[in-house]
């Protein structure tokens, strides 16, 4: 079995340090081994003894600790991690971090690690929106920090807003994809997600429901593994992920459009989107009013994106994804001959749509490999990794590395 990864788990002041304790459980649960320090504000927050107990480790709070025989043995902590995250991150210790401060244990670790670094900001809103903030967020992302969140909703201080801390299962899937083998290091892949939008007229239109969740999540599970990825998404609610070019789309046309603007270099093309078959034949320019009679709509198909790319000489690898009702096995790997591609991910609507776990069984040449239901990141993982298995060797990043010989 692999080692175990190594987190160091900085507690900062906020509110949200109680979740850092359902942080370190997950973590460990997952295999990852958590030591944890703890800043001033934060151990007035939640106590040492809380992450002592769960961790199972002593908890360090002080560069000045008088039980630890040797006062550099602090720096050598962050070199034994592979990871250092801090969550809850508070606007004071993001600009400590901004600035390279070094005033106590935390930040000295930070400030001395040769590791990456993620952070989980926690905040009142206005003091995420200020911009200062902002400043020293973009700094970060600057020099490499991973940023993780921060979510809108209701914050302990009562306002409503950007500032929350992500949830600890969705750290706990941000620190993993940190984790994640580079394979496409090199790799250009293209994403499309989310519905489209088929306007009727200036109000009304045809779309499919499609929260846009797995189309992202395998966006970024593919960057997570070094890949360069365009995101084409279609009307979603969802905030934009980092560390990618996100074009936005309506209509299955400006779909295909963008998407082709995009091939250009591509290795793997995940088909995602929940793209409408059908569009109005025409858009009316004025709100169409009501009358008593029936009313008919003449209605064209739109273009099949993944069945076009997957048919262009050279194209990349692409992967479709079949949303169905019923008869799962037999639907799927029918689309995947009709638009003859080799890999297909199927799952039934009534379990996907809107949610944040799914269940799917990938289908490809050699059969069915059903992914167990997890969250969408983990099967996005799983999906990611099949289809990179599946990519000639030529295209796969760890394979085309240069082999340094000795001289
Ligand atoms: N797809 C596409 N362009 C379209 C329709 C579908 O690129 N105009 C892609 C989807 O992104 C998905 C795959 O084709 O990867 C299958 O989509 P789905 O709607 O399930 O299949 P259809 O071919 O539209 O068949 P049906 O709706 O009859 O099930």
């Not at 997952?30 to 106590?47: D, H, I, K, P, Y």
């Amino acid at each position: 079995m692999a080692s175990a990864r190594r987190v160091l788990l900085g507690v900062t002041g906020g509110v949200a340090a109680y979740k850092a304790a359902e942080l370190a459980r997950l973590l460990i649960r997952n295999n990852v081994s958590v030591r944890v320090a703890m800043t001033e504000a934060g151990a007035r927050f939640v106590g040492p003894a809380t992450f002592q107990a769960l961790t199972g480790q002593p908890v360090m709070t002080s560069l000045w600790d008088e039980s630890v025989p040797n006062a550099m043995g602090h720096i050598a902590l962050s070199r034994e991690a592979d990871a250092i995250v801090i969550a809850p991150a508070s606007a004071n210790f993001i600009a400590k971090l901004a600035q390279g401060l070094a005033d106590d244990l935390l930040s000295t670790l930070c400030l001395a690690r040769n590791c990456p670094l993620l952070v989980a900001p926690a905040m009142n809103r206005e003091m995420w929106d200020n911009a200062a903030t902002q400043r020293n967020i973009e700094q970060l992302r600057a020099d490499g920090v991973a940023i993780l969140g921060p979510a809108r909703g209701e914050q302990a201080c009562g306002e409503t807003g950007l500032g929350r801390m992500l949830e600890p299962q969705e750290l706990l899937e941000g620190i993993l994809g940190a984790f994640a083998p580079r394979v496409l290091e090199g790799r250009k892949v293209l994403v499309t997600a989310g519905p489209t939008f088929e306007a009727i007229d200036t109000v009304r239109g045809i779309t499919n429901r499609s929260s846009g969740k797995m189309g992202y999540a395998i966006a970024e599970a593919a960057a997570a593994r070094g890949a360069e990825v365009v995101l084409v998404s279609g009307p979603t609610s969802l905030a934009e992920p980092a560390g990618m070019r996100v074009v936005r789309v309506t209509s299955a046309a400006q779909m295909w459009k963008a998407v082709q603007e995009s091939l250009s270099g591509t290795d793997l093309f995940f088909s995602v989107a929940a793209v409408a078959d059908y569009a109005p034949a025409t858009v009316s320019s004025r709100k169409i009013k009501k009358s008593a009679s029936a009313m008919t709509l003449a209605l064209e198909p739109t273009i099949d994106i993944l069945a076009h790319v997957a048919s262009m000489p050279h194209g990349p690898l692409c992967v479709g994804f079949a949303a169905e009702s019923e008869n799962l096995a037999d639907y799927a790997q029918a689309k995947r001959a009709r638009k003859k591609i080799p890999m297909i991910v199927a799952n039934l609507v009534q379990s996907a749509v809107g949610a944040d776990e799914n269940e799917v069984t990938i289908y490809d040449d050699s059969g069915a490999h059903p992914v167990p239901k997890a969250t969408k990141a983990r099967v996005a993982a799983a999906v990611v990794d099949h289809a990179v298995r599946l990519m000639p060797a030529k295209r796969r990043g760890a394979a085309v590395r240069p082999i340094r010989r000795a001289s």
